[in-house]
């Protein structure tokens, strides 16, 4: 699947949390939200466009609006937030169909996105912590949630780039016979 392919199956998909996606939808996809949320931190830094204020500058700790801002793309710039926004459905629900291709339930989406939430702020903390040469305040707490990210990071990688099952699987036939609505 070429990286226009892949645009188009995912968006006319967005909504569609059943069957499978080829590796190559899911990769070229992500690179496809990757290039968007780029360009739209460039456009809000070129435009200077007024803050939002969904972020609160007092009350919300640094670290959950970094959570926040990695889980859903929700920052106080506006271009960046309304893509970010935009794109987060299409990307879950490729994330979810990616899963279920390789037989994986979609329900793992939701672990890995609550898991890089709940663990953000205390894998902030504790790398402001190496950065300040502080290691000796990081709890065995901090250590284990930091560990848990690191797993489903890896547990991601692996699953997102393992080959499709072959042949039919629980959730459908393979993503190879898949075609969009023209």
Not at 27 to 49: E, N, R
Not at 66 to 95: H, K, W
Not at 149 to 166: G, L, Y
Request: glycine share 8%.
């Amino acid at each position: 699947m070429d990286f226009i392919t892949a645009i188009r199956t995912a968006i006319a998909r967005q909504l569609d949390f059943n069957g499978r996606s080829r590796r190559s939808e899911f990769w070229w996809f992500m690179l496809f939200g990757m290039i968007c949320v780029m360009s739209a931190i460039s456009l809000d830094s070129v435009l200077g466009t007024p803050k939002l204020g969904v972020m609160p500058d007092h009350g919300l700790p640094e670290n959950y609006k970094q959570s926040l801002f990695y889980t859903f793309r929700i920052s106080n710039f506006m271009i960046e937030t309304v893509v970010g926004l935009l794109l987060f459905i299409p990307l879950f629900s490729v994330f979810v169909r990616r899963l279920h291709d390789v037989g994986l339930p979609g329900y793992w989406a939701v672990v890995y996105y609550v898991i890089g939430f709940i663990s953000g702020p205390t894998v902030g903390e504790m790398m402001n912590m190496v950065e300040a040469d502080n290691v000796e305040g990081a709890t065995g707490f901090m250590l284990l949630l930091g560990m848990v990210n690191v797993v489903a990071f890896i547990a991601f990688i692996i699953a997102m780039t393992r080959d499709s099952d072959k042949g039919v699987n629980d959730y459908g036939p393979p993503p190879k016979t898949w075609k969009p609505k023209t």
